[in-house]
């Protein structure tokens, strides 16, 4: 099935189990269309970006794509995994958070890492309900993030987080 990126009108191939997610699963040649250009933010330089999902597609789609743009992606499956993560690779500079993982699920991820640490938190999710989204920051989150979302929006929302995380710590940048 064909279909063209939300972002722009680059053609793009969707197998029927992708449909979900048309803009995360590109292809190799169209993601580096999307790919930020040199000129932009220096924030998005080796930056350490934890991406906590349950479905390893979508994980394998994220990390191609976050590579692609520049970071350094670990990578946690549920939630007890991404706090173990955090405690045995140190600190990271966002964090990607799904809500519906299998264990303690990602508003309790959420609420322990925040209690640990002040890492910017991006919770993507398919959940897109007013309540949701208020639970998500009560718990923690920077900011949320409905799936399916644009390849573009993804990247613009981590490098504002990058930079508010940097400007309200202007020592981060140098840690580094």
Not at 76 to 101: N, S, Y
């Amino acid at each position: 099935m064909n279909s063209e990126c939300a972002c722009c009108t680059v053609p793009v191939t969707v197998s029927r189990r992708r449909e979900a997610y048309p803009e995360v699963y590109m292809s190799p040649s169209t993601q580096s269309l999307h790919a930020p250009s040199p000129a932009r933010s220096s924030t998005v330089n080796a930056a350490k970006v934890l991406l906590v999902d349950d479905d390893p597609q979508l994980r394998r789609a994220l990390r191609t794509i976050l590579a692609s743009a520049g970071y350094t992606v670990l990578e946690a499956m549920t939630g007890e995994e991404a706090l173990d993560k955090v405690e045995q690779e140190g600190p990271v500079d966002v964090i990607l958070l799904d809500l519906k993982m299998p264990g303690i699920g990602g508003l309790e991820a959420c609420r322990r890492l925040r209690e640990n640490i002040h890492t910017p938190i991006l919770v993507i999710s398919v959940r897109r309900e007013r309540e949701d989204k208020a639970q998500a920051t009560d718990a923690g989150a920077d900011d949320y993030l409905v799936k399916p979302f644009g390849v573009q929006e993804l990247l613009s929302r981590i490098e504002v987080l990058l930079r508010m995380a940097t400007t309200l710590n202007p020592l981060r940048a140098f840690e580094s």
